[in-house]
């Protein structure tokens, strides 16, 4: 597709349980961004990769999240023993270096129970 | 560090009407400005942005913005808005030492008959 593609738009769990969430950036797009929202909120910055690297990991809120994207494109958020206060909406945006503009997906919602 | 400030959490308006929006940012160094708006249950929709040269902005869907320096502002203005333009619209900034937006907490624009 053309636009920044992110799966699942829902995720119902339960708290304690494993979650991945998966976003498949604009082709040819070489920075990746993941942030979160809360509800009445803005995007929070959670962590950004160059290519396969993550160059800034600064927002990730403690060790039970993490992100890869091994080959450059394609991201999987990770988060492990979720919290109810991990429910928000997770928006994943991909950007050509340097040009400044952000393309969102339209976010994967979680829910904790 | 760089901020966003937004501090109108709603505004609402009559259709046909004008409206700004407000933005303040705080940055010591260069900075990128941005308007987003997000329309309910959909993903971040840049609506202008702010790089160099002319502090007057157009945008998509009539709207404008005017980066002001002195003021460090980036107020969002249309001249007469439809009941389509009901949202949640975002400022963003981007320093040019970082390579990730700062968004602020949102204006949810109202627009009735």
């Known amino acids: ?113 | 560090a760089q901020s966003v400030t937004q501090l109108d959490s709603q505004v609402p308006v009559f259709e046909e009407a004008p409206v700004e929006l407000r933005c303040n940012y705080s940055s010591s160094v260069s900075v990128y400005l941005f308007w987003y708006v997000q329309y309910p249950n959909q993903g971040l929709q840049l609506l202008l942005k702010y790089l160099s040269g002319s502090t007057l902005v157009k945008g998509i869907n009539g709207f404008e913005a005017e980066f002001n320096k002195s003021q460090t502002s980036f107020h969002l203005r249309k001249p007469s808005v439809h009941i389509s333009d009901t949202a949640e619209y975002f400022c963003a900034s981007l320093t040019g030492t970082a390579s990730k937006l700062t968004f602020g907490t949102g204006t949810r624009l109202q627009v009735t008959l």
């Open chain 1, 1 to 113: 597709g053309a636009g920044v593609s992110q799966t699942p738009s829902n995720k119902v769990t339960e708290k304690g349980k494993y979650v991945e969430l998966r976003c498949d950036p604009i082709s040819g797009h070489t920075a990746l961004y993941w942030y979160r929202q809360s509800l009445g909120q803005g995007p929070e910055f959670l962590i950004y990769f160059q290519g396969t690297g993550a160059a800034d990991d600064s927002g990730l809120p403690n060790d039970r999240f993490f992100a890869v994207r091994p080959e450059g494109s394609v991201s999987t958020l990770k988060i492990q023993r979720t919290e109810r206060g991990d429910s928000a909406v997770y928006l994943c945006a991909s950007r050509v270096e340097n040009t400044g503009e952000l393309f969102f997906g339209e976010g994967s919602r979680l829910t904790v129970l």
